[in-house]
């Protein structure tokens, strides 16, 4: 049996692809996971590679990015920050943007720019933690961080891991949803995975 599974906008959170329970309910089709049920009554399947883009259910809830992102320009404000290799091509590729989630579940996204000359890619978490990748018309960057844990080190961790697996698309992630766990893999089952 073959079945699709899609939820959640995954700017805002990678959350529980499928309630295992539900699985029996899965129609044959298409979306962005394709499943299929296995012998052995695991669900298994690779992402679709598409534009993701999810309305967000109605049983989640964003926190408020209001305040989150005053705290976060008030830090930067505090800060003198330090230079990055993290691009801002890269922080808008959406590949890479599905692997930081993965990686950073719970971070938000945004775009915010104080000035013309400089372009602010920003990643807040409800923990308090924030990151802020800067660039300016000449390319340069600089990277900005506070909070409870050092959001930008782990964007850089992100991307080196991204960069030296040949920047994977969603068509090397795959999906393994069984009664304890939903985990997300690339390119195998064995291979790199998380745990949502």
């Known amino acids: 049996m073959q079945a699709a599974v899609h939820r959640h906008h995954f700017e805002h959170h990678v959350g529980k692809f499928a309630q295992f329970q539900q699985m029996h309910e899965l129609r044959p089709g298409y979306g962005y996971v394709k ?9 298994e399947g690779r992402f679709v590679d598409s534009v993701v883009s999810f309305m967000p259910s109605r049983e989640s809830s964003s926190p408020e990015i209001g305040p989150m992102m ?48 400089v372009a602010g890619r920003w990643f807040l978490h409800p ?5 802020v990748v800067e660039s300016d018309v000449a390319g340069g960057g600089r ?8 959001l930008g080190s782990n ?17 090397r992630y795959g999906l393994t949803v069984t009664p304890q766990a939903n985990v997300v893999w690339l390119d195998d089952p064995g291979g790199h995975s998380w745990t949502l």
């Open 70 to 117: 005053r705290a976060a320009i008030a830090g930067r404000a505090a800060t003198t920050g330090r230079a990055t290799r993290v691009a801002a091509e890269v922080l808008d590729d959406p590949a890479f943007l599905w692997a930081a989630q993965l990686a950073l579940p719970g971070t938000i996204r945004l775009r915010y720019s104080a000035t013309r000359e």
């Open 35 to 43: 499943l299929r049920m296995r012998e052995d009554g695991r669900a």
């Open 143 to 150: 990277l900005y961080e506070g909070g409870t844990r050092p």
């Open 127 to 131: 923990d308090g933690s924030w990151a």
């Open 155 to 171: 964007l850089e961790a992100v991307m080196a891991s991204w960069l030296s697996n040949g920047r994977p698309g969603l068509r």
